[in-house]
């Protein structure tokens, strides 16, 4: 029952906030109170709420929908709506009933409808269920409904305490710039309100939930107020309706939430504004042959239009669309940030070294020799011995040199297209210009990414054309065909099956610089680099090997327990959950490492705990580092100045860095997170994970000068 309620709360929080495109439980509160500073307006929008989520849930529809609250968030403002136009009286409750009802099957459809398209429903069905009442009611005298007088329209009722009344009455007789008079009124004016007490504790509640979002409110009012003044298309002046409910809120739409913030997406919320303007006026004169008030029509269409303008794209370019909305424009910015570093493998094939033990780059990419125009991003790998020579004395044959007759591999699984098989192999400083690429086998990867290896032995291939590949496959041996003078692998990816094609830039998924010991990951060799796979260490990979029914009961020194399950969802992705705080934290674990790649849920489950512990855990046991997303779901007012100028520079990184460190009956891996503000760097966690060969057995954890113990229980 207590869950049901929280629920339940939960969704009704959420379509409060939702209407200033937020998921906070903070802001939601704000604006259920500040609503009620029109009491008939507040209580009828509270009830149409309640009646919207009672359907959606009795109905059986989709949980998280009725949760997030894009279900019942119109039905709200229709009952606000209703309240601030029309006097109470029975008819009133029987229409707001009805069009509660209208309202609840257009947001179901439209949000079903448009989501195929990836396209939001906003507030389109509160306008045409408001706009059917107010044709119904203006037609038939007989419904009943009683509107207000104009006057009313906007304004606190008269039944509010007195004292309430004061304080109201004094902030809006505040001598303040009438432009900042005009802002607060607008941002209240979406609630149907007219009151600067409203504007200010909404703004000051928008600005603690968003930094970024606040600013695209002041820019979209700024650039309006500007551009009406150039026109002087509303010679009055913009009503603080139009200009909150179309103008304020398309910037932020278009600038920070749709978007991913950006100077970009400032721009083009800018350049949003004048187009606002014409479909304001031009929808107005439509509907004023009908007595229809625009709403927020305007920006809805503008939304869309532009939303589904930049779907349309081939190429996304540098301004993207949200892929995961987290109704929060920081966190979607950080998110996208982060992620665009750390999630290589979604924009990228797993691509490996084609071949066993660590050979040398002998010409990398923009090579001296051969590596020029056309063919510049292109690899060449030889095998040396300790003093860089690769052959052996006297090194006068193929045979003398290291990587003569050695085995070639597939870089990744794929189709081979092309094998040529049958050139002689070169006497040493001799080439073959006539056959330049000497033997070589292209193998189909995917549309548009191939590989190819080049100057292999004469018929030493182990494939033939329509084959198909695993990565790690052995392929054929290194030779000194084509133009070579001496043994060595030419490696290349490119995006056409054709030998002699146009090079591509592509990274390897992993490697090691044996001189360094650094693991790469996602990267190109430099010449001179001595490079290897990576050796996977049995008791990492075994300590991390969570498949789904993985079952593991979690107890910490303070007496907190928890049980974590292993699932997979419908998109075949992993992840955590726990039951007692229903946290969840999604995983990859391929062939080379374990990482997290995001959580929800309370942050005091001690799953989030080890998702900051186990971020990125290399299998070969080589040191790690990597960087969190920026946390922007606590009250943090030292990171607000990273948060607007977010959009155009990021100076805040937390860095997570990990070694490993091996004893008699197992391993530790050493664990440290730290805030670097330009150079200047502050201890956030340090942290030890202990794993045995049944795997990890417990978690050290200290944090703000807090020592956790967490005992790992396998059933």
Same mark, same amino acid.
């Given at each position: ?24 439980? &903070? ?15 507040? &209580? ?71 989501? #195929? ?49 004061? &304080? ?27 009151s600067i007490l409203a504007g200010i504790l909404i703004s000051i509640g928008f600005f603690i939930h ?133 999630? #290589? ?25 051969? $590596? #020029? ?11 040396? =011995? ?19 007759n050695k085995p070639v591999l597939a870089s990744a699984d794929g189709v081979i297209q092309e094998v ?69 692998? $030419? ?31 996602? =990267? ?44 997979? =969802? ?8 726990? $039951? ?41 046991? $080589? ?48 664990? =440290? ?17 202990? &794993?045995?060969?049944?795997?990890i057995t417990q978690l050290n954890i200290q944090q703000k000068g807090k020592l956790l113990k967490v ?5």
């Open positions: 029952m207590k869950r049901k309620l929280q629920y339940y709360l939960q969704a009704a929080l959420n379509s409060y906030a939702i209407l200033f495109f937020s998921q906070n439980k &903070i802001l939601g509160a704000l604006l259920f109170v500040v609503s009620m500073f029109d009491p008939n307006a507040g &209580i009828s929008g509270l009830i149409a709420l309640i009646v919207s989520l009672a359907l959606v849930s009795g109905l059986g529809f989709n949980k998280e929908e009725i949760k997030s609250g894009l279900y019942s968030f119109n039905s709200l403002l229709l009952g606000i709506g209703f309240g601030t136009f029309y006097n109470y009286n029975y008819t009133f409750w029987l229409w707001l009933s009805a069009a509660c009802l209208l309202c609840v099957v257009l947001s179901v459809n439209l949000t079903a409808w448009l989501g #195929k398209y990836a396209l939001p429903t906003l507030s389109i069905p509160f306008v045409i269920s408001f706009w059917i009442v107010l044709i119904a009611a203006n037609g038939y005298t007989g419904m009943g409904l009683i509107q207000k007088s104009s006057s009313l329209v906007f304004e606190l009722t008269t039944s509010v305490p007195s004292h309430f009344t004061r &304080i109201c009455n004094f902030f809006d007789r505040l001598h303040m710039p009438a432009y900042v008079d005009l802002f607060f009124r607008s941002v209240s004016a979406l609630l149907f309100q007219n968003s930094r970024i979002g606040f600013s695209l409110l002041v820019i979209g009012f700024v650039v309006a107020c500007v551009v009406n003044h150039l026109t002087g298309t509303y010679p009055e002046g913009i009503s603080n309706y139009h200009l909150g409910a179309n103008f304020m809120m398309v910037s932020c739409a278009i600038g920070g939430f749709f978007f991913i913030p950006s100077w970009r997406s400032y721009l083009w919320a800018i350049a949003t504004i004048p187009f606002i303007f014409l479909m304001l006026n031009g929808i107005s004169r439509i509907l004023g042959l009908y007595n229809l008030p625009v709403f927020s029509m305007p920006f809805c269409l503008a939304t869309l239009g532009m939303l589904h303008f930049f779907l349309l794209r081939k190429q996304p370019g540098k301004l993207q669309l949200t892929a995961i909305q987290n109704y929060s424009p920081e966190t979607n910015l950080y998110q996208f940030v982060n992620g665009r570093k750390r999630f #290589k493998e979604l924009s990228y094939l797993a691509l490996r070294l084609p071949f066993m033990g660590s050979w040398t780059v002998s010409q990398a990419y923009n090579g001296t020799i051969t $590596h #020029k125009g056309e063919w510049n991003e292109a690899l060449d790998f030889v095998l040396t =011995d300790f003093d860089q020579k690769t052959y052996a004395q006297p090194g006068t044959t193929p045979e003398d040199y290291y990587c003569y040529i098989n049958h050139i002689e192999d070169n006497a040493i400083g001799q080439i073959n210009l006539s056959q330049n690429w000497g033997n070589t086998i292209v193998i189909k990867h995917s549309d548009h990414l191939y590989t190819k290896v080049s100057h292999l032995k004469k018929n030493s291939a182990k494939v033939k054309a329509g084959d198909y590949v695993k990565h790690g496959e052995i392929i054929a041996l290194c030779g000194n065909s084509g133009r070579s003078p001496e043994p060595h692998l $030419h490696f290349q990816v490119q995006a056409t099956p054709f030998i002699g094609s146009k090079t591509i830039a592509y990274p390897f998924v992993s490697y090691v610089n044996e001189k360094s010991d650094v693991l790469k990951s996602f =990267d190109i060799p430099l010449e001179d680099e001595v490079v290897k796979s990576p050796e996977i260490n049995p008791y990492l990979k075994n300590a991390f090997h969570f498949q789904p029914g993985y079952v593991v009961n979690i107890s910490t020194d303070g007496g907190q327990k928890e049980t974590w399950e292993v699932f997979t =969802d419908d998109y075949n992705y992993t992840y955590f959950f726990c $039951h007692e705080t229903a946290a969840i934290a999604y995983f990859v674990s391929n062939e080379y490492v374990f990482y997290f790649s995001r959580f929800y849920g309370s942050r005091s489950s001690v799953l989030y705990r080890f998702y900051q512990t186990a971020y990125r855990v290399s299998y070969s046991a $080589h040191a790690v580092k990597d960087t969190y997303a920026m946390h922007t779901g606590q009250f943090n007012p030292a990171q607000w100045l990273q948060d607007l100028l977010a959009p155009f520079y990021i100076f805040t990184k937390n860095i997570y860095s990990n070694f490993i460190i091996h004893h008699g009956d197992g391993i530790d891996i050493s664990v =440290d997170a730290c805030a670097q503000v330009f150079n200047h760097r502050r201890s956030l966690m340090q942290a030890n994970i202990k &794993i045995t060969s049944e795997g005992t790992w229980h396998r059933d």
